[in-house]
């Protein structure tokens, strides 16, 4: 039989805020177990809760940019649960009335086809703490820290087909919250996660498969994993006469694989409810007007600009957009590079990419800068030096060794440009190798190749190569 | 010096006729002398109010004194005080010292208010009798056999006996105005959002007010003065300036428009209480108030929806009580389940676990839109009922309570019969309105309150009223034997 798979993604993503979601406490991440917990954090007794008036806003920002409708009367709830880092025994969160529903969002699948992803609705809630079980020998260590940190709960309809289409998903969402400011979304310290809800049904089926939800997956790698790993599952669970049991699972990294966590029997009956010491969150469309107007350029519309500003492939423009960051690199090395946008985007696509994966770095943590690679790219277009040595200067500028010029003096690299100087090296190269010579004029024209490398080797690569070339035929056609 | 009013005692703090350390001294003589009895205080806090009260001579020598400045008052003990034990009445809490103090609390602090203790109350907020203390009940002062009434019942029994002059108490459901009425004081539940939450343990939070106890309209006046106000810590509170509750005391009565309420003059009111009520509105009458009958037809239908609400909130509420962080934790836990059945089954008494297990019921999947949902709906015909009659007359009138004061014991095993002794207050909680209890009468030597219920922020017209009455009549100037 052939199988339809299902998925929908609950993405948590953490709001960079300064503060938390209902106290003053900060959210900085690393801080000592503790030691960003207030009272309010801490849930003590009396303690209440005021919006940040800043999740609002981000929250608002992620609606206006996937298409969604920004709730003009939003209301917080409490979930209700018992859970050691859960310290109010109860989560405020939204329930019936979310302040972002109703959008969509456009993703590229591999084929060059786009496909739209329906977004449910997009509510704020509090995270809960983090219970610590290593390291303490039987018992369980609770940090706070993060209880309270504002997160924002992406939910999407069922229409994603494949755990790669659930990736391509979930990385535009990442994207679009780092375009967006309103996330650092750094999934090794879980500011950027999610939950997959996956069923199959036979394909053609209209109706649902029974759907498993896998807990807190924070890597795109373990997304594809895990769904994968749970699509198989399931088919050879029905395949075999068995029936899939509705379940929250959990993935294991280490043998990717999923395990079951809790069935529906034993699922929380949360008793959400309005919470009382919350007012419904209020947005006008004033308010929605001037953060209309404060967006910044989003990725698919920054790619159209890149392709018809600087001539850039779709190809080309879609990689260096795929990040805010990558986006924001490339046009300032574009403007120092005085505009050469092709060679520009293949020495950001390529040199620089490189040398970031190789030391594992992220882009703003470069050691050569946007402004500093323009300067050499600078030197490539008024041919100062060559393609070939521009690389040699990269990696000295990678190490910390000077800016390019500085490089390109200390090393003597700068391009010979005088034709009267190549012109004398190449009759000295022409004079040592005067059975070649003979060859080549017999019709061997191949030998260029041989001549060109010669006179390279005698200028230690500084030579143009264009200038060597011209100056060749002439002397050997002459 | 005990029978004098707060306002007379901060007259005397200002001449010098005696100073707020010799004041505060003779205040906790009169509570070891005569608490043992009441047992009315969770916590006396002599080292901590000796300190303030000197620091309070200081602010008067200094010239710098305000109307509350070296005035001893006891908080409820459902106020966090920081580095005082604040029990809320409960074996889960009697062993938290609270690390911060309520706004209620900083702001008295502030005005110079010297603070003997904590009251109490019953657990969580929860009861009309003050009998679901940890701590045992609280007696009444007026017979000792007799309950206070709750859960402010401390604050009101420690006002009634002269032990302090005013002190603090939260409403839910009529916990400030029943022992009001019970203990022969003047109890005010203002305006829901008038006075902050913050730092005051939640029993229902969409319910709770904090208020004063006083013996008259006017001590409750300065103290309703001091703790109102809105709080950028308490989203629920309300931006509006607080109107000068002393200056419009002598405001006169004439033409003011009285509503009675057919609905809290039927069937389960006591005919004493009837009667006295019925004199003290002929009082109003001569002061110049036309009286008219009107209608709350859901009426009826309060006492039923809180008792949705409240359990609903309070369940989650208090779920923060877990023995994790702070608070009663079990021993010798064998695990989490352990630690939090065993924690919570010892931390808290019956009548808290009746209405966890109310509320939580309420709230499940499948009963929430026929309770809670339900409920919430009951209090928009609730308030409406009241927008009504606010379109017709000025204030509403009633009896606090349907009798005076009953036996200890005698409701106890009966929650259904304690929690109608509550049925003319709770409807004015379900509609976040101001109301106010004032001594009107006694009927065998038991106090009877009478309730005025004002428009939202009409505080200061309940407070004139009750003055205005006081004027023409001594029921709140009586106060109980035995206490000498």
């Known amino acids: ?466 200038q060597v070339n011209e100056l060749l035929r002439k002397l050997l056609d002459s | 010096m005990y029978q004098k009013s707060l306002v007379e005692l901060a007259a005397d703090l200002q001449k010098g006729a005696y100073s707020s350390e010799e004041l505060t001294r003779a205040c906790l003589q009169r509570i070891h002398t005569h608490d043992e009895r009441l047992n009315s205080f969770v916590t006396v806090t002599e080292t901590q109010a000796l300190t303030a009260a000197q620091a309070a001579d200081a602010a008067i020598k200094a010239g710098t004194a305000g109307p509350l400045t070296g005035i001893p008052f006891a908080h409820k003990d459902i106020f966090c005080t920081n580095g005082v034990k604040t029990s809320c009445g409960s074996r889960m809490l009697d062993n938290f010292i609270a690390p911060y103090d309520a706004t209620v609390t900083q702001k008295l602090l502030a005005a110079g208010a010297v603070m003997v203790g904590k009251t109490n109350m019953d657990e969580f907020a929860m009861g009309s009798s003050n009998e679901t203390s940890f701590y045992g009940p609280v007696r009444n002062p007026w017979d000792e056999t007799t309950v206070p009434g709750g859960s402010s019942g401390g604050s009101a029994a420690a006002v009634a006996a002269r032990l302090v002059p005013v002190s603090t108490g939260t409403d839910t459901g009529g916990s400030i105005r029943q022992p009001a009425a019970l203990c022969g004081v003047t109890g005010l539940k203002p305006t829901y959002g008038r006075v902050s939450r913050y730092g005051m343990i939640a029993f229902a939070s969409s319910l709770d007010q904090g208020g004063p106890f006083a013996r008259s309209a006017e001590d409750a006046a300065v103290l309703l003065g001091a703790m109102a106000g809105f709080d950028a810590r308490d989203s629920t509170s309300v931006d509006r300036p607080v109107d000068d509750y002393v200056a419009q005391l002598n405001q006169p009565l004439q033409g003011l428009k009285i509503g009675l309420p057919k609905e809290y003059f039927g069937a389960g009111l006591d005919t004493a209480v009837g009667d006295a009520i019925a004199v003290a509105i002929e009082e109003f009458r001569k002061l110049g108030a036309t009286v008219t009958e009107i209608t709350l037809p859901n009426t009826h239908l309060s006492v039923p929806a809180y008792y949705v609400v409240a359990p609903a909130e309070c369940s989650s509420n208090l779920s923060r009580f877990d023995g994790v962080r702070f608070g009663h934790r079990a021993a010798n836990a064998q695990d989490l389940q352990d630690l939090y059945t065993r924690s919570r089954g010892e931390g808290f008494g019956s009548e808290v676990k009746r209405r966890i297990l109310v509320g939580t019921y309420a709230l499940s999947a499948g009963y929430y839109d026929a309770y809670y949902l339900k409920a919430q709906q009951v209090r928009h015909l609730i308030r409406d009922d009241f927008l009504q009659a606010f379109a017709q007359v000025d204030v509403i009138m009633g009896p606090t309570a349907p009798s005076v004061a009953f036996k200890l014991g005698e409701k106890a095993d009966d929650p259904v019969s304690m929690y109608l002794s509550d049925i003319y207050t709770i409807s004015v909680n379900l509609a976040g309105l101001p109301a106010i209890s004032i001594p009107a009468g006694f009927s065998n030597g038991l106090p009877i309150g009478l309730q005025v219920i004002g428009n939202y922020f009409a505080e200061a017209r309940l407070l004139n009223i009750g003055h205005r009455y006081q004027q023409v009549s001594d029921w709140h100037t009586r106060s109980p034997q035995g206490f000498e």
């Open chain 1, 1 to 466: 039989m052939e199988w339809e798979t299902v998925i929908g993604l609950e993405i948590h993503t953490q709001l960079a805020t300064k503060s938390k979601i209902f106290s003053g406490a900060s959210t900085t991440y690393g801080a000592e177990p503790n030691t960003q917990a207030c009272a309010v954090d801490l849930g003590l007794p009396g303690v209440l809760p005021v919006l940040n008036a800043e999740v609002v806003r981000m929250a608002a920002m992620f609606g206006l940019a996937t298409h969604s409708t920004v709730a003009p009367r939003s209301v917080f709830a409490r979930k209700n649960y018992f859970y050691p880092d859960l310290p109010k025994g109860y989560q405020i969160s939204q329930f019936e009335l979310p302040i972002v529903h109703h959008g969509y969002l456009d993703i590229e699948l591999e084929d060059g086809r786009s496909k739209r992803i329906g977004i449910t609705r997009a509510h704020l809630e509090e995270d809960a703490g983090k219970s610590l079980h290593e390291a303490y020998l039987g018992k369980t260590g609770i940090d706070l820290n993060r209880a309270g940190t504002p997160l924002l709960e992406i939910v999407s309809e069922p229409d994603i087909r494949s755990a790669r289409e659930a990736v391509a998903y979930m990385k535009k969402i990442h994207s679009l919250v780092r375009y967006l400011g309103i996330s650092d979304g750094n999934m090794q310290e879980g500011s950027f996660r999610c939950d997959a809800n996956v069923s199959v049904r036979p394909k053609g089926q209209q109706a649902f498969g029974t759907r498993t939800e896998i807990k807190n997956i924070n890597s795109f790698r373990f997304v594809e994993q895990a769904i994968n790993y749970e699509v198989e599952r399931q088919i050879l669970l029905l395949e075999g006469g068995g029936t899939v049991v509705q379940e929250t699972r959990l993935f294991d990294p280490d043998k990717h694989e999923t395990r079951s966590m809790r069935s529906k029997e034993e699922a929380n009956d949360y008793r959400y409810f309005p919470d009382p010491d919350l007012l419904p969150v209020e947005v006008d469309e004033a308010f929605l007007a001037s953060i209309r107007d404060s967006l910044p350029e989003l990725s698919d519309a920054r790619k159209t600009r890149l392709v018809s500003d600087y001539g850039l492939s779709e190809y080309d423009a879609g990689i260096l957009t795929a990040s805010r960051e990558l986006a924001d690199y490339f046009e300032s090395a574009v403007n120092a590079a005085a505009g050469a946008g092709k060679l520009t985007a293949n020495w950001v696509i390529g040199e620089l990419s490189a040398a970031l994966r190789r030391d594992d770095r992220e882009i703003k943590d470069s050691p050569v800068d946007a402004a500093a690679l323009g300067s050499l790219l600078l030197r490539i277009e008024d041919g100062t030096i060559s393609g070939k040595l521009a690389k040699q200067v990269f990696e000295a500028m990678w190490k910390g060794e000077g800016s390019a010029d500085e490089i390109i003096e200390q090393q003597g690299l700068k391009q010979i440009s005088d034709a009267s100087a190549i012109t004398g090296i190449i009759r000295e190269v022409l004079g040592k190798n005067p059975a070649q010579v003979e060859q080549y004029r017999a019709g061997q024209v191949k030998l260029i190749a041989f001549f060109v490398g010669q006179v390279m080797k005698a200028t230690q690569g500084k030579a143009n190569p264009q």
